[in-house]
């Protein structure tokens, strides 16, 4: 599950147009969503939960401690920083520093939840 979302995040990003909606496989009204002006870095934060939850899951199953939730988080941002430097070879793409920012509070974000979840389920 891991590798497909990080596929995902690859996919979307390498995308020729950052337009969302020209390529038809989003529902309308999430695609009027990630295309809006004002969603443009926010949307980045989407897979980036994702990806962050299904790390924390496997953090948890494999039981492993606190520097292994550092290193994966950093692991996350590492692949959103590849993923905006690939867009420079992209005519109509270019690296954007907030997507980077948003990538990583949404990894952030799915880490953390599942890592609060983890200490509810032991007490």
């Known amino acids: 599950m891991i590798a497909l979302t990080i596929g995902i995040v690859f996919g979307?990003?390498?995308l020729p147009n950052p337009h969302l909606s020209k390529y038809g496989f989003l529902p309308a009204?999430?695609?009027?969503?990630?295309?809006?002006?004002?969603?443009?870095n926010v949307r980045t934060a989407v897979p980036m939960v994702f990806l962050g939850l299904f790390s924390g899951i496997w953090l948890i199953s494999r039981k492993y401690g606190g520097y292994w939730w550092a290193g994966i988080w950093l692991a996350l941002?590492?692949?959103?920083?590849?993923?905006?430097?690939?867009?420079?070879?992209?005519?109509?793409?270019?690296?954007?520093?907030?997507?980077?920012?948003?990538?990583?509070?949404?990894?952030?974000?799915?880490?953390?939840?599942?890592?609060?979840?983890?200490?509810?389920?032991?007490?």
Do not use: C
């Open 77 to 123: 941002v590492l692949i959103i920083l590849i993923a905006e430097v690939g867009q420079l070879a992209l005519p109509r793409r270019h690296f954007d520093w907030g997507d980077v920012m948003w990538g990583a509070l949404g990894a952030l974000g799915g880490i953390t939840a599942i890592r609060m979840a983890g200490f509810l389920v032991k007490k």
């Open 29 to 40: 009204r999430l695609a009027y969503w990630t295309d809006a002006d004002a969603n443009m």
């Open 12 to 14: 979307l990003s390498w």
